[in-house]
Nanobody
């Protein structure tokens, strides 16, 4: 499956941004979808994951209550709605996919999209 993320940009602290990831070349509903991010000088970290039908969702603690992951299997897309953003959310965001629930390294990755939060 090929993944393409878009929607990044510059946002002020406290603002919102919506990332989307379009999938092609596979049966989208057979993949668990993930969002990861990598801030400058830091290791890549898990942000959120959504199960095949969307029934199970997980978030890293720092984004709980602020970020929402969702998917549309009819449109082969996964989105990450980011609200109440702060400078620690500045990172390159990646969408990823795997047919299984994995911890840390899904099989398929899209290119990153830069998110910058200005204070």
């Amino acid at each position: 499956v090929q993944l393409q993320a878009f929607g990044g940009g510059l946002v002020q602290a406290g603002g919102s941004l919506r990332l989307s990831c379009a999938a092609s070349g596979g049966t989208f509903s057979s993949y668990v979808m993930y969002w990861f991010r990598q801030a400058p000088g830091k290791e890549r970290e898990f942000v959120a994951a959504i199960s095949w039908s969307g029934g199970r969702i997980n978030y890293t603690g720092s984004v709980k209550g602020r970020f929402t992951i969702s998917r549309d299997n009819a449109k082969n897309t996964v989105t990450l709605q980011m609200n109440s953003m702060n400078s620690e959310d500045t990172a390159v965001y990646y969408c990823a996919a795997d047919k299984k629930v994995v911890f840390g390294n899904p099989e398929f990755w899209g290119q990153g999209t830069q998110v910058t939060v200005s204070s």
